[in-house]
């Protein structure tokens, strides 16, 4: 049975909305079908370009900021509103069903990356809801004349991404620390040698989060993340730097190597054993989603202290004599050092 694809490009990709204020670059399963309970998008935004308040139905937000500044405001269950700054480095979530705008109030163009809990996201876009009700009914929500509507252009179809006329006013409070915002790069990563690094978006250093989380991982030449896998959780991953090398084993023995770059995209099921190393000249970096919000990590160097040298033994089906005498782990690194050269060539 042949593997599925897994890998696709998202910087390659047609924009599925493009306008003179910004763009969104989505792949969802109807693009890469192996994709379940994840998908991601790549949202640009020119200066003063604001991706309208809108929400989604059916997945939550989790969203990295890799250029730019922006204001992001989020409104949720009876109106609690939360307002602030994101910059390079940094990370908002929004609940599914809650009410949510991004804009750009700097002078470049921003860039974020957005991870959603789900393979197809359903959008709302309050322009898009306005338009489809009349100016009388709309009039009776806010307690206003209807003809306070009557000089909005209003249509069923989203704007999407619009532009202010002057410069976004931001207020001090917009600078403060908020339950939904998460300094990512800043925080001290708990995996951290010369072999790479790993920063952590989840639920025990970020309570807001549900359903989704993040792990902001570099790999340097000497670094590999070692084979490993994670149960009952599906992994997405994003690569923004370097070059790289994945290999993904299959139920029954399939095994499916790729390289990666940036604006790859690739896809692990739940439980799939796999590896990725850096075969470039530089670093590796990528922004890995995964869909629960505290994701559990099988790896291949703790395992091997779990269990005895006979059953080892037993397992490779060698005399127990045979079995390297593995130093003791009690805690998985996550990153290895590479010990050994670069495999020449992918296995496929």
């Known amino acids: 049975m042949p593997i599925p694809i897994r890998t696709a490009s998202l910087s390659e990709k047609k924009p599925s909305f493009t306008s003179d204020f910004g763009s969104i670059t989505a792949l ?102 306005f338009g489809c009700y009349t100016d009388a009914v709309l009039g009776n929500t806010v307690q206003a004349p209807a003809a306070a509507f009557s000089l909005l252009k209003r249509s069923p179809r989203d704007t999407v991404i619009g532009s202010r006329s002057n410069s976004a006013v931001v207020e001090k409070q917009d600078r403060h620390v908020n339950p939904y915002k998460y ?86 099921p739940p439980a799939y054993p796999h590896h990725t190393e850096d075969i470039g000249a530089g670093d590796l970096r990528a922004l890995i989603f995964f869909d629960q919000a505290a994701p559990p990590d099988i790896g291949g160097k703790l395992l091997m202290s779990c269990y005895s040298r006979e059953v080892l033994a037993a397992t490779f089906k060698v005399d127990p004599s045979a079995v390297p005498d593995f130093p003791f782990t009690a805690q998985d690194p996550l990153i290895v050092p590479r010990v050994n050269p670069i495999d020449p060539c992918n296995r496929s």
């Open 28 to 129: 969802e399963s109807t693009d890469l079908p192996v994709l379940k309970r994840l998908s991601i998008r790549r949202l640009l935004l020119a200066p003063r370009g604001v991706r309208e308040p809108h929400w989604h139905a059916n997945a939550d937000e989790l969203g990295y900021c890799l250029r730019g500044e922006h204001l992001v405001t989020i409104v949720r269950n009876l109106s609690a509103r939360d307002s602030f700054t994101i910059s390079p480095g940094e990370m908002f979530f929004v609940p599914s069903g809650a009410l949510h705008h991004i804009e750009n109030i700097g002078s470049e163009e921003g860039e974020m990356i957005e991870g959603f809990s789900h393979e197809q996201v359903q959008d709302f876009g309050l322009s898009g809801v």
């Open 183 to 268: 300094s990512v790069e800043a925080i001290r990563p708990p995996v951290n040698s010369p072999a790479g690094s790993v920063h952590t978006a989840q639920t025990k250093v970020w309570p807001a989060l549900k359903n989704i989380s993040m792990f902001s991982l570099l790999l340097t030449t000497q670094g590999m993340r070692e084979v490993h896998w994670h149960p009952e959780t599906a992994e997405m991953g994003y690569v923004t730097e370097g070059h790289g090398r994945m290999t993904v084993v299959s139920p029954g023995g399939a095994v499916d190597s790729y390289e990666l770059k940036p604006g790859n995209v690739y896809f692990i």
